[in-house]
C-alpha cells in the first residue's frame, strides 16, 4: 500500500510504501534510525541489521542526507514521536542519490540559509511555518465565505496610487506607465457597490526602504470592503476575523506550533472585543512611560507600537489618527476633524501593526477636495470618484498583512521566513 506519512498512522501494524527524502540518520552496527519527510510530515524509519536482507542495512547505512527514496515497513506506534508512530522498515529503494546537500543538521549563519531558500523550504521549522501560513489562509476564506463576503480580484498593474507615492514600483505598461499594485482598496471599494461585502487576498508591492524585520517588499495582504458599514462595525469584522484565525491555527496547527516551541498561552487568551485606544490618549500613554520623542501629529514606531501593545497584551486597535499621516481617502471623526475614522491593529509581543483599516469617505465635494490637498492627480482616479456620483454609501474597510500574521502567530521574529521567497530590501534570488 502506497501511502503518505500523515496518511500512515491509518495503517497501524500494515506494510506500507512512502515516497520520501532522507534529512538525517543515527546509526550503530545493528541499527539505523532514519529520519525521514515527504512533505506531508516527518517520521522516523527504523532499520534493524536482524530484520532486513544485508544489502538493505548496508543501503540504510551509507544513504546521504536528501537522497530520494521510496521506503517500505510496518507502521508501528512510538510514544517518544511527536507524531506518535514510526515505520520498522523492510526496504529502500533508493530514487535519487544526493550529495554534498548544502544545509546540513549543523547551524548555518541567516545570509547562507537565505541563499539557499529553495532548499531551507524542506527544514522542519521552515516547514511548519509554510503550514501555519497555509492554515491562516485556509481559515481567511472560510471565515469571510460563511460571512457572506464575495472574493473579487483587484488588478495587480494599476494607474494609480492608494497608499501615496512614495513607495510605488514602476513599470512599463507598453506606452503608459504603471505601478504594481500597494493596496488594491481602491477597486474593493468599487466592487464592494456591486458585491455589498468583498474581499481580496493578492500580492502587494512596496518599494520602500526599510529594512526592518517587518518589512517586505512585496507582500500579500487581504483586503475585506463593506458597503454599509460604518468604522465601529468594520472593528467589529477584524476582531472576530482575527479571532477566528488564532482559533484555527490554534486547532489545526498543533504538530506546527510544537515544532517552532511557539508559547501559546497568550494567543489562547485572545478573545472579542478587542481594546481600543484613540491616538490621542496612545499619545499621552507614551509620555507617560516616558517616551519624550513622540509629539501629537507624528506616526508612531515599533518602539510605540511595542509599548502600547505590552501594555494591554492582546491585539490592539490604536484608532483616529491624525488626517495628515494617512492616505487621502479616510473620513473625516465627526468629533475632531484633525483625525480620520481608522484604525491600526497591533499584534502583542512586538509583532507590529497587522492591520490598517478606516471608513472610507463618501462625500463626492470633501473627497475631490483631498484629491487636490494630496497633490494627486484628479483625472485617474475618476473611476474612484464615479462611486461617489452614483449611489454613494457609508462603507469601511481594512487590509491585514499575511506574513507578518504568520510572524505573530508562528512565533518568528523576522518576516522574511513567513513567505516562501521572501523579497527583501537587498534579495532577489532566489
Ligand atoms: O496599512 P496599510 O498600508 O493599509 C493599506 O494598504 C490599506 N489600503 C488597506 C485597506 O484598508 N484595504 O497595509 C495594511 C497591512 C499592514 O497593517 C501590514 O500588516 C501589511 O499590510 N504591510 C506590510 N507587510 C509586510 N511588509 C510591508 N512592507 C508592509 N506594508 C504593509
Ligand atoms: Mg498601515
Known amino acids: 500500500?502506497?501511502?503518505?506519512?500523515?496518511?500512515?498512522?491509518?495503517?497501524?501494524?500494515?506494510?506500507?510504501?512512502?515516497?520520501?527524502?532522507?534529512?538525517?540518520?543515527?546509526?550503530?552496527?545493528?541499527?539505523?534510525?532514519?529520519?525521514?519527510?515527504?512533505?506531508?510530515?516527518f517520521m522516523q524509519g527504523v532499520v534493524a541489521k536482524a530484520e532486513v536482507a544485508e544489502e538493505i542495512f548496508k543501503l540504510a547505512k551509507e544513504l546521504t542526507q536528501e537522497s530520494s527514496i521510496y521506503i517500505t515497513g510496518v507502521i508501528s506506534e512510538d510514544d517518544r514521536s511527536d507524531i506518535g508512530y514510526e515505520m520498522q522498515v523492510k526496504s529502500i529503494a533508493v530514487i535519487s542519490e544526493a550529495?554534498?546537500?548544502?544545509?546540513?543538521?549543523?547551524?548555518?549563519?541567516?545570509?547562507?540559509?537565505m541563499d539557499h531558500r529553495h532548499l531551507w523550504l524542506r527544514s522542519k521549522k521552515q516547514h511548519a511555518v509554510m503550514k501555519i501560513r497555509n492554515?491562516?489562509?485556509?481559515?481567511?476564506y472560510e471565515f469571510f465565505n460563511d460571512n457572506g463576503f464575495t472574493k473579487i480580484d483587484p488588478p495587480i498593474l494599476t494607474a494609480s496610487a492608494p497608499e501615496g507615492t512614495s513607495e510605488l514600483f514602476h513599470t512599463k505598461y507598453f506606452d503608459?506607465?504603471?505601478?504594481?499594485?500597494?493596496?488594491?482598496?481602491?477597486?474593493?471599494?468599487?466592487?464592494?457597490?456591486?458585491?455589498?461585502?468583498?474581499?481580496?487576498?493578492?500580492?502587494t508591492?512596496?518599494?520602500?526602504?526599510?529594512?526592518?524585520?517587518r518589512h517586505l517588499i512585496e507582500f500579500w495582504m487581504i483586503e475585506p470592503e463593506m458597503a454599509f458599514c460604518e468604522h465601529a462595525q468594520s472593528l467589529e469584522v477584524q476582531e472576530q476575523y482575527v479571532t477566528h484565525v488564532i482559533q484555527s491555527?490554534?486547532?489545526?496547527?498543533?504538530?506546527?506550533?510544537?515544532?517552532?516551541?511557539r508559547d501559546t498561552s497568550k494567543l489562547e487568551k485572545v478573545t472579542t472585543p478587542f481594546p481600543r485606544i484613540t491616538y490621542d490618549d496612545a499619545v499621552v500613554f507614551l509620555k507617560e512611560q516616558g517616551f519624550d520623542d513622540i509629539e501629537w501629529g507624528e506616526d508612531f514606531g515599533s518602539p510605540h507600537e511595542t509599548a502600547i501593545a505590552n501594555h494591554y497584551d492582546l491585539p490592539v486597535f490604536i484608532t483616529n489618527y491624525p488626517t495628515k499621516i494617512k492616505p487621502f481617502y479616510m473620513q473625516p471623526n465627526p468629533e475632531n476633524e484633525n483625525t480620520v475614522l481608522c484604525a491600526d491593529l497591533i499584534a502583542p509581543e512586538g509583532y507590529g501593526e497587522i492591520i490598517g483599516g478606516s471608513e472610507r469617505i463618501n462625500d463626492l465635494d470633501l473627497l475631490e477636495q483631498r484629491i487636490n490637498e494630496y497633490g494627486l492627480d484628479a483625472e485617474s482616479y475618476s473611476y474612484y470618484l464615479d462611486l461617489r456620483r452614483y449611489g454613494s454609501v457609508p462603507h469601511s474597510g481594512f487590509?491585514?498583512?499575511?506574513?507578518?500574521?504568520?510572524?505573530?502567530?508562528?512565533?518568528?521574529?523576522?518576516?522574511?521566513?513567513?513567505?516562501?521567497f521572501p523579497r527583501l530590501l537587498n534579495r532577489l534570488y532566489p
Open 1 to 41: 500500500m502506497k501511502t503518505t506519512i500523515k496518511e500512515a498512522k491509518q495503517y497501524l501494524n500494515q506494510e506500507v510504501t512512502i515516497g520520501a527524502w532522507l534529512t538525517n540518520k543515527r546509526s550503530s552496527g545493528k541499527i539505523a534510525f532514519l529520519q525521514l519527510r515527504d512533505g506531508t510530515g
Open 99 to 113: 550529495h554534498d546537500y548544502p544545509i546540513t543538521p549543523k547551524d548555518h549563519g541567516t545570509e547562507f540559509l
Open 135 to 140: 492554515e491562516i489562509i485556509r481559515a481567511t
Open 176 to 203: 503608459e506607465d504603471a505601478f504594481l499594485s500597494q493596496s488594491g482598496q481602491l477597486y474593493m471599494e468599487a466592487a464592494a457597490m456591486a458585491h455589498g461585502r468583498v474581499f481580496s487576498f493578492g500580492p
Open 205 to 213: 508591492f512596496r518599494a520602500e526602504k526599510s529594512k526592518t524585520r
Open 249 to 261: 491555527v490554534l486547532t489545526n496547527c498543533k504538530l506546527e506550533l510544537n515544532v517552532l516551541e
Open 399 to 420: 487590509g491585514l498583512g499575511l506574513e507578518r500574521t504568520v510572524a505573530w502567530l508562528s512565533g518568528v521574529d523576522h518576516v522574511r521566513e513567513t513567505a516562501p
